[in-house]
């Protein structure tokens, strides 16, 4: 079993900037971010492998960067030119043999 703990979230001004992070009770494979807006499905916004190579959806490319701690276990998101579309419960995930671990979700409000 793989406890994930997140970090950071709350509320930000369009344009602001916030920092997710989640740390892993576990050495572990790929790492990401997805997130889930009210009355949407949830959907991918990044992911790094534990190489490094990193996926993001195209709605977040050129402001959002995804970055990984192997030592650690750990993986953060920095969120920039926040917009108000980017307001949803953000859920940190991992992958270890196959399975699928989530974190509990962090909500991120963009609003002025």
């Known amino acids: 079993q793989v406890q994930l703990v997140e970090s950071g979230g709350g509320l930000v001004q369009p344009g602001g900037s916030l920092r997710l992070s989640c740390a892993a009770s576990?050495?572990?494979?790929?790492m990401g971010w997805y997130r889930q807006a009210p009355g949407k499905q949830r959907e991918l916004v990044a992911q790094?492998?534990?190489?490094?190579?990193?996926t993001d959806t195209e709605a977040v490319k050129g402001r959002f960067t995804i970055s990984r701690d192997n030592a650690k276990n750990t993986v953060t998101l920095r969120m920039n030119s926040l917009k108000p579309e980017d307001t949803a419960v953000y859920y940190c995930?991992?992958?270890?043999?196959?399975?699928?671990?989530w974190g509990m979700g962090t909500l991120v409000t963009v609003s002025s």
């Open positions: 576990k050495t572990i494979g790929p």
């Open positions: 790094i492998t534990s190489g490094g190579s990193t």
């Open positions: 995930y991992a992958r270890r043999f196959s399975i699928d671990y």
